[in-house]
């Protein structure tokens, strides 16, 4: 028992005299130095970075800084990215309405000389149909006014010649042709 003894007792020795005041020293140092603004942490990595064995376990400054810059430009390119898809996105659907903007004015436009053509042939219609009036007797024109409707009656009358009209409607019944001659005289009735 006695070599077991002898062994612990020069263990606790060095422990006691060595490895715990300088444990304590360490502290104490480095409460120092972090009172006077040092920072002790940063330090002992950049040292023990330049060790050889040890710098490969331990993390720089640097190397922390850059891994944090890269997640951050990582992030903000994930969220730019995600603006540009978002504006393209936009983008997409402005350019569909314009299009169907563009479709839809066509379709008008076509629409318009359609009903311009319709207008046109209807107005060459009545307008043939009136010289038909001019050609005919005031009798039997007077007698085909008569039986039409008097918003057509008028149309029609408005486009003969004063004498060809005046002869028509004193061929008519007095009051369809009083009626005429006052829708004639007052367009917007």
Not at 19 to 31: H, M
Request: charged share 30%; proline share 3%.
């Amino acid at each position: 028992m006695g070599k077991k003894e002898k062994g612990t007792s020069k263990f606790q020795f060095i422990l006691f005299l060595i490895v715990i005041p300088i444990i304590f020293a360490g502290l104490l140092f480095s409460g120092i130095a972090y009172l006077l603004g040092y920072n002790v942490v940063k330090e002992a990595k950049e040292i023990g970075a330049n060790l050889p064995v040890v710098g490969n376990y331990i993390q720089t400054a640097e190397e922390e800084e850059r891994e944090e810059l890269i997640a951050e430009l990582e992030e903000q390119l994930a969220s730019q990215q995600a603006e540009l898809d978002r504006l393209e996105r936009e983008l997409r659907e402005t350019t569909e309405e314009l299009k169907q903007a563009e479709d839809e004015k066509a379709l008008l436009e076509q629409r318009e000389e359609v009903e311009e053509g319709v207008a046109e042939q209807t107005n060459n219609r009545v307008k043939e149909l009136a010289k038909t009036y001019e050609s005919m007797s005031p009798k039997n024109a007077a007698a085909i006014l008569e039986e039409v409707d008097i918003e057509e009656a008028v149309i029609h009358m408005s486009l003969l010649s004063t004498d060809s009209r005046a002869a028509i409607l004193g061929k008519m019944d007095p009051e369809k042709a009083a009626t005429i001659m006052t829708r004639l005289n007052d367009p917007q009735s």
